[in-house]
């Protein structure tokens, strides 16, 4: 296990820790906020235009995750609907991301899905797209098999998400990218076992490459979340050699992160979207950034000493 991965495992279980979390959900919102594009649907609103006027795509995420209830579940429903709603009034150029536990996948499977079904008809209506994200491998299975059945219903205006890390998802990418469903390629943010994941840098980026390829070489439209300097400019070169259109594909980084190099990359004509969440449940998502390398640390505990 090299620096980084022992760095990321330490931080996800530190996190999980009842006086860490409380400390930092009493002390840590103003550092939060920059991953975090507001509180509000208007503020995130607000600042998908301010990001357009720049050529940045947005997928907008409400943030929750690890609900109790089904009626929790339904408010996020709602929520949403608004979300899609929104999007549409306002004109902005955005998709729509989404984690099915957040809907109640871990309560009740089929009211989760019957949540989500109404969210991606209404996003349908106004010809948007919706991502369901994946989260920890106890979801993997049932976060593709509701994407392929919303396909399979008509719906698909819906995509999902794969991670590298895992050994399973070569085999999953290839029946999705058969199945038609869009799909988002990121190494993976959650602590996973060697039973079931890479645990080596190296390891996760060479699987991550061979996702892209497997992409390119189906003619298949893919979303590259990374922001590996080293995954970016492979991209670059390996869709130019092989004579890709810098439409047929898109990067994704994160909203706070990297901002004048999403701002770049458009301007260089590749399709750029950032990853921008608002909300008040910004905990897990807040120490999943932190786990992801040591600089997002470090730049958040400068600013708190400041």
Request: aromatic letters at 10%; a positive charge; proline letters at 2%.
């Amino acid at each position: 296990m090299d620096g980084n991965e022992l760095y990321r495992k330490v931080i996800l279980t530190i996190s999980g820790n009842k006086i860490v979390k409380w400390l930092s959900i009493k002390y840590g919102r103003k550092l939060a906020g920059r991953f975090i594009a507001g509180d509000t649907l208007d503020e995130a609103l607000d600042e998908i235009e301010r990001l357009n006027e720049k050529g940045i795509l947005v997928t907008l995420d409400h943030l929750g995750e690890g609900i109790r209830t089904l009626d929790e579940a339904a408010g996020y429903r709602e929520e949403y609907l608004k979300l899609v709603e929104g999007i549409s009034k306002r004109g902005v150029e955005s998709h729509i991301s989404l984690k099915p536990t957040q809907m109640g996948m871990a309560l009740d499977r089929e009211q989760a899905y019957e949540n989500i079904k109404q969210v991606v008809r209404r996003a349908k209506e106004h010809r948007n797209f919706v991502r369901l994200d994946m989260e920890d491998s106890p979801y993997t299975q049932a976060t593709i098999d509701m994407a392929l059945r919303l396909h399979k219903e008509g719906l698909t205006n819906v995509g999902t998400v794969l991670q590298a890390y895992l050994f399973r998802t070569e085999e999953d990418a290839k029946h999705l990218i058969k199945a038609g469903v869009h799909l988002r390629l990121v190494k993976g943010a959650y602590k996973e076992p060697a039973t079931i994941a890479f645990q080596l840098k190296r390891e996760v980026v060479n699987n991550y490459k061979k996702l892209v390829k497997l992409h390119f070489d189906q003619g298949a439209y893919v979303a590259i979340a990374s922001h590996d300097d080293h995954i970016i400019d492979w991209v670059k070169v390996f869709a130019e050699q092989s004579r890709i259109d810098k439409q047929d594909y898109e990067f994704q980084m994160l909203y706070g992160l990297r901002m004048n190099d999403q701002a770049a990359l458009a301007q260089d004509g590749y399709r750029i979207r950032c990853y921008m969440p608002y909300g008040t449940m910004w905990y897990p998502y807040f120490t999943r950034r932190l786990a992801e390398k040591p600089a997002n640390l470090m730049m958040v505990l400068k600013n708190m000493f400041k």
